[in-house]
């Protein structure tokens, strides 16, 4: 039985996961460094081991509102080719192996909005949306506007 390890997460009321492949690291923020004039979902940038890394909030994207505690949040943080950056999420919850046959496609990953959700796992109590970090990072307005400023951030 081939299974995928991922880092499951809660954003809203709902959980989701990313592929462990992709994720550096889990870490706790009590600060943000805001930038002016960067799309509402960015939240800022923080300084972590020596790495600059744009924070995207999960909240702003899927729901269009901001995680307010960020004492009880997590910045995981995901590595996508040269691209690194957070996503602000409620709770990092557990790492898992979910089956292969468990992750289904569903129509909603044609949805223009939505192309980043790669597969929903229909597990015994629960539903988890896998997220597709590349994609994720492709479908945000913007974004390749901030890739290019952490370029010049990292080698200024």
Known sequence: MEETKMVVFQSGKEEYAVPIQYVVSI????????IPHLPVYLRGIVKNRGELIPVIDFEQVLYS?????????????????????????????????IPIELQKQIGLMAYEGTR???????????LVTIIDPKILVESLEGIQ???????????A
Not at 68 to 94: D, H, T, Y
């Open 27 to 34: 870490e706790k923020l009590d600060h943000i460094n805001p």
């Open 65 to 97: 509102q901001f995680i307010e505690n960020l004492s009880e949040s997590r910045l995981i943080v995901l590595q996508v080719e040269s691209f690194l950056f957070g996503i602000l999420v409620k709770e990092a919850k557990e790492i898992i192996d």
């Open 116 to 126: 980043y959700f790669s597969a929903v796992a229909n597990m015994e109590k629960r």
């Open 145 to 155: 506007d901030i890739q290019e400023y952490m370029k010049t951030m990292q080698n």
